[in-house]
Each structure stands twice: as C-alpha cells, then as structure tokens.
T-cell receptor, first 116, second 113 residues
Framework: NAGVTQTPKFQVLKTGQSMTLQCAQD?????MSWYRQDPGMGLRLIHY???????DQGEVPNGYNVSRSTTEDFPLRLLSAAPSQTSVYFC???????????????FGSGTRLTVV | AQSVSQHNHHVILSEAASLELGCNYS??????LFWYVQYPGQHLQLLLK??????LVKGIKGFEAEFIKSKFSFNLRKPSVQWSDTAEYFC???????????FGKGNQVVVIP
C-alpha cells in the first residue's frame, strides 16, 4: 500500500515555464488537497477536491490549476512559474472531508520546487 | 474564515524538560482539532486529534493535548521530551461543514541531548 505518492521530489524551473506536480493515492480516498509550505508561514491550502470531477480553491489558488478526472489522481499545474512559487508542495488525502477525517490526512513526501 | 495561531515559533529545550505548545483558533462554532508533527526531511504525520468527548486527548509518543473551549485553545504537552522529538509541530483546525483544514505557522522544536 503506497499511500500518497508525489512526483517529482525535486524540481528547478525557470521563470515562465509551466509544469505539473503529480499526486496519486491508492487508498480510494475521496478528499484530496494541495498545500504549499513556506518558512514561517505554515501550510497554506492551494486547491482541494471532494471527489472526482469536483475541485475548489483554497487560500492561495492564484497561479495554479487542478483537475480531478479520477479518484486516484490530483495533479497540480503551474501555468507560468514565478520565483514566488518557490516552495515545498504537499499533497494530502483523506477518506472523507477534514470534518470526518478520523485518522487525519495522509500526506505525501512533498515536492521541493525552486523557480529561478 | 477560521485562523490558527501558534506562538513561540522557535523552542529550544534540553532532554527531560517539559514541553507545552500553544494553539488558539478564531472560530466560535463546532471545531475539529489536530496536531501534526514533521520530523526533519519528512512529511507531516498526525500526532493526535480532538473531535468530541473528553477534552484531554492522548496521542502517539507520549504527547497529549487539552481542548479548552472557553479559551479557544488546544495546547500540546509532553512531560519529558527526548532528542527524537526535535521536529516542527503544526496545529490545525477544521470547522464543521467546511471542507478546509487551516494550519498554524508551526513551532520549530529543538531538543538538545
């Protein structure tokens, strides 16, 4: 049971480039979300999804797109990378939404992104 | 929107000392409360949670937290820390009917052997 798998683990982009961060879970979790972690800022919610075909914005959605075509996958797309998007990105999943997450979230191991 | 405050971002203490990390939230309705831990180079792991019932909850590795509704607080405690408790600790709050989990900014805890 792999849990939540994120790829790549590290990435360097040039300003203006686009890329997709991958997130996949094999636990049949309905709820998935993307966070970015910055020093002194904690984790901030970018986008989340309560099930296939349903996505919504979090606190800091600008510059990012998501889609949820399957239950397993929840990719995060950077449309035109900017240095301000340098961060560590975490994907998390849960069987239900956070209010019913009896076991909390399961987090991926993160993607460290640097935009130069 | 709910917000979560964690104070004393950096904490340095010696082994066997007691640890208490404060967490306050801003929402007045029904809340679910969590503490997560992130060991160096690793992803976040659930330490403990509170949904309802006994306001004193016990988690893994000897940690406990107390929910005080009147103070909007959910402080984390450990009576005697070990070097292996060096990590960053995050408080998180979810409000009933809301699909979002809000995190505090974290407490960086360093335990000196």
């Amino acid at each position: 049971n792999a849990g939540v798998t994120q790829t790549p683990k590290f990435q360097v982009l040039k300003t203006g480039q686009s890329m997709t961060l991958q997130c996949a879970q094999d636990m049949n979790h309905e709820y998935m979300s993307w966070y970015r972690q910055d020093p002194g800022m904690g984790l901030r919610l970018i986008h989340y999804s309560v099930g296939a075909g349903i996505t919504d914005q979090g606190e800091v959605p600008n510059g990012y797109n998501v889609s949820r075509s399957t239950t397993e996958d929840f990719p995060l797309r950077l449309l035109s990378a900017a240095p301000s998007q340098t961060s560590v990105y975490f994907c998390a999943s849960s069987k239900d939404g956070p209010e019913l997450a009896n076991y909390g979230y399961t987090f991926g191991s993160g993607t460290r992104l640097t935009v130069v | 929107a709910q917000s979560v405050s964690q104070h004393n971002h950096h904490v340095i203490l010696s082994e066997a000392a007691s640890l208490e990390l404060g967490c306050n939230y801003s929402y007045g309705g029904t809340v679910n409360l969590f503490w997560y831990v992130q060991y160096p180079g690793q992803h976040l792991q659930l330490l403990l949670k509170y949904f309802s019932g006994d306001p004193l909850v016990k988690g893994i590795k000897g940690f406990e937290a107390e929910f005080i509704k009147s103070k909007f607080s959910f402080n984390l405690r450990k009576p005697s820390v070990q070097w292996s408790d060096t990590a960053e600790y995050f408080c998180a709050v979810n409000t009933y009917g809301n699909n979002r989990l809000a995190f505090g900014k974290g407490n960086q805890v360093v335990v000196i052997p």
